[in-house]
């Protein structure tokens, strides 16, 4: 038995390495049966222990998802909460932008059935984003939650042309979803009355208008006064 066993974990780990390297090089639609010729076994043994392409699928991105969710917890520990939850999540577009064709096929078998080992290491990196977003949640806006960000951020990982895309995407992300500096979660901000980063455009705009209007008016005014010059120095002219 021990030894049935055994030999059931190698198939299952050769099948993996052999399907994990045909979806590389050949992608996620591969026939089946090529995978099982390269992992040396038969197509019942395939079958046996990845009944749907899905599993199999699955299987070999669940090592790649393993890596990234103990990439997030090594995170956890890192001593700026931001950086870290931007840290991984740029991991993740990164990854998700490489492997797209793959995580795609992997999200769902068969009328959307998704595989158990799929709803597993899924709510993994929930939870992953999740520990890693309630570290941060004094720098974020009210009411952004880490299945809010990897939801945005897989949405970036599966629309960009490349992974380099998709980290300057992200980029753009993070910019948007932190407070204003000085608006940390509990903090008042400063007291005495200087102008955030909108108020000073606003400044800005109002100083540069009022300029411009201001220029206008003597502009109009001095073409006005020419006018009167010239129409009464013209003879009959009334």
Same mark, same amino acid.
Not at 5 to 22: C, K, Q, S
Not at 48 to 63: I, K, M, N, Q, S
């Given at each position: 038995?021990?030894?049935?066993?055994?030999?059931?974990?190698?198939?299952?780990?050769?099948?993996?390495?052999?399907?994990?390297?045909?979806?590389?090089?050949?992608?996620?639609?591969?026939?089946?049966?090529?995978?099982?010729?390269?992992?040396?076994?038969?197509?019942?043994?395939? /079958?046996?222990?990845?009944?749907?392409?899905?599993?199999?699928?699955?299987?070999? /991105?669940?090592?790649?998802?393993?890596?990234?969710?103990?990439?997030?917890?090594?995170?956890?520990?890192?001593?700026?909460?931001?950086?870290?939850?931007?840290?991984?999540?740029?991991?993740?577009?990164?990854?998700?932008?490489?492997?797209?064709?793959?995580?795609?096929?992997?999200?769902?078998?068969?009328?959307?059935?998704?595989?158990?080992?799929?709803?597993?290491?899924?709510?993994?990196?929930?939870?992953?984003?999740?520990?890693?977003?309630?570290?941060?949640?004094?720098?974020?806006?009210?009411?952004?939650?880490?299945?809010?960000?990897?939801?945005?951020?897989?949405?970036?990982?599966?629309?960009?042309?490349?992974?380099?895309?998709?980290?300057?995407?992200?980029?753009?992300?993070?910019?948007?979803?932190?407070?204003?500096?000085?608006?940390?979660?509990?903090?008042?901000?400063?007291?005495?009355?200087?102008?955030?980063?909108?108020?000073?455009?606003?400044?800005?705009?109002?100083?540069?208008?009022?300029?411009?209007?201001?220029?206008?008016?003597?502009?109009?005014?001095?073409?006005?006064?020419?006018?009167?010059?010239?129409?009464?120095?013209?003879?009959?002219?009334?």
């Amino acid at each position: 038995m021990a030894v049935r066993r055994a030999d059931a974990a190698r198939n299952a780990a050769a099948l993996v390495a052999a399907a994990r390297e045909l979806f590389d090089t050949a992608g996620p639609d591969i026939a089946l049966d090529e995978v099982a010729k390269r992992a040396g076994v038969g197509n019942a043994t395939l /079958y046996r222990h990845f009944p749907t392409r899905g599993d199999l699928l699955v299987a070999a /991105y669940a090592e790649e998802v393993a890596t990234l969710c103990g990439h997030g917890a090594d995170l956890a520990r890192h001593p700026s909460p931001t950086d870290a939850l931007f840290a991984w999540l740029d991991a993740f577009v990164a990854h998700v932008a490489a492997k797209r064709d793959l995580a795609l096929a992997a999200t769902a078998g068969p009328a959307g059935r998704r595989t158990e080992l799929f709803d597993r290491w899924h709510a993994s990196m929930r939870d992953t984003a999740a520990t890693l977003a309630d570290r941060a949640a004094d720098a974020l806006v009210p009411g952004i939650t880490g299945p809010d960000l990897t939801a945005h951020a897989a949405g970036i990982a599966l629309t960009a042309t490349d992974p380099a895309h998709a980290r300057r995407l992200l980029g753009h992300l993070r910019h948007g979803v932190l407070r204003p500096s000085g608006q940390l979660r509990g903090t008042r901000g400063d007291e005495g009355g200087d102008d955030g980063p909108g108020d000073k455009h606003q400044v800005r705009g109002r100083a540069g208008g009022d300029a411009a209007g201001q220029g206008v008016r003597e502009a109009t005014g001095e073409r006005a006064g020419r006018q009167q010059v010239d129409g009464g120095g013209e003879p009959g002219r009334q």
